[in-house]
């Protein structure tokens, strides 16, 4: 019986590069470099004799991994001083070290299994956001978190009975919505400053059933949108179904992966597209009177509302850039195929 095993492809012959591996912690920045392990602290200081200690290689490029913003800071000091950083995804690299027989876990096996990363995989550097982009991602991110904050404070609403506690809670959603209203305006402010994204997100809102927020968060979550086939669109967004099948059996298909945080944003522009929308509303219905699970007929809705936004974006990459007309009062466009 044939047998097949998972292998790690060969090295590519392109060594043009010289790979370092970095593993984030919250205090300290553990460095793989040419078979040699080095810490610095994870501060500015510790950035800067991280950039000046790789500065006289070879093209530099630095392999690290996502870790929810510790790694912020240092990858913007890299970008500054022009060394190139990959910020990859911890689930494919930890993969790849699996598919090896790795097992071990510590900071130095870690930066070790990230250079070899770079070596085989040669991933592509991560692009630096402008600084006003920059801005504007940061205090999306800032919104999302107060209005899921309010969410769990609206929830928690019918459990309270004690008069002072029902005041108080009245208090914090009061407060809740304050900041998001002043948050809001602040990043409006932002987008106006920046024609293009401004231009981004007018492309989206014009989408019925796509507001501000959505076309905000989607922008944010998925730059890349714009710019994929519609195969990459769904499955970068984690919507794409996986097959699970084997031999004779046909499993069911889920989705899953991909950029987690975009789909509860997607979700509810495809509940308000599934009803409002000219063409999304009749494929909802017609999924729905196929026999297929209303959830299951609104993931689909997400992610023909997603194909189309990339194609809707396309477009506006390719005509010329002129300037931003004020906002007319033509109706929204409708979803086409």
């Known amino acids: 019986m044939l047998t097949c095993h998972a292998q790690i492809p060969p090295m590519k012959k392109n060594t043009a590069h010289t790979y370092v591996g970095m593993d984030v912690a919250k205090a300290t920045l553990q460095v793989h470099l040419n078979s040699h392990q ?98 504007i991602t940061e205090l999306t991110l800032w919104l999302k978190q107060l209005i899921d904050n309010r969410a769990v404070v609206k929830a928690q609403a019918e459990h309270h009975a004690n008069p002072f506690v029902v005041e108080q809670h009245a208090a914090l959603l009061a407060h809740y919505q304050s900041q998001i209203e002043t948050v809001e305006q602040e990043i409006k402010k932002l987008v106006q400053a920046q024609p293009k994204f401004q231009q981004r997100v007018d492309c989206l809102t014009e989408i019925k059933g796509v507001g501000f927020r959505t076309a905000l968060l989607t922008l944010v ?25 084997s031999g004779t059996k046909k499993g069911k298909r889920s989705i899953g992966g991909g950029r987690t945080h975009v789909r509860p944003v997607l979700y509810m522009a495809a509940l308000s597209a599934s009803r409002s929308n000219p063409v999304l509303a009749p494929f909802y219905k017609g999924l729905v009177k196929r026999g297929k699970l209303k959830k299951v007929a609104l993931t689909a809705v997400m992610r023909k509302l997603l194909v189309y936004m990339n194609g809707e974006l396309k477009k506006l990459a390719a005509k010329p850039a002129p300037e931003i007309p004020e906002k007319s009062n033509k109706p929204r466009k409708s979803l086409a195929k």
Not at 42 to 64: D, E, F, R, T, Y
Not at 79 to 102: C, D, E, M, R, Y
Not at 228 to 245: E, F, I, V
């Open 221 to 245: 979550y998925l730059p890349e949108l714009g710019s994929m086939n519609r195969g990459g669109t769904g499955a970068l967004a984690g919507l794409a179904p996986w097959a699970r099948d």
């Open 38 to 135: 080095f810490e610095f602290p994870n501060n500015a200081k510790g950035h800067a004799q991280l950039c000046k200690k790789l500065a006289p290689l070879s093209l530099p490029q630095v392999i690290c991994e996502a870790t929810g913003g510790y790694e912020g800071a240092v990858v913007e000091a890299f970008h500054k001083a022009k060394i190139l950083v990959s910020v990859l995804n911890p689930a494919h690299t930890l993969a790849a070290s699996q598919a090896q027989g790795k097992r071990a876990k510590s900071d130095p096996c870690d930066a070790e299994a990230l250079t070899d990363y770079g070596r085989r995989f040669q991933p592509q550097p991560t692009a630096a956001l402008p600084p006003a982009q920059r801005a």
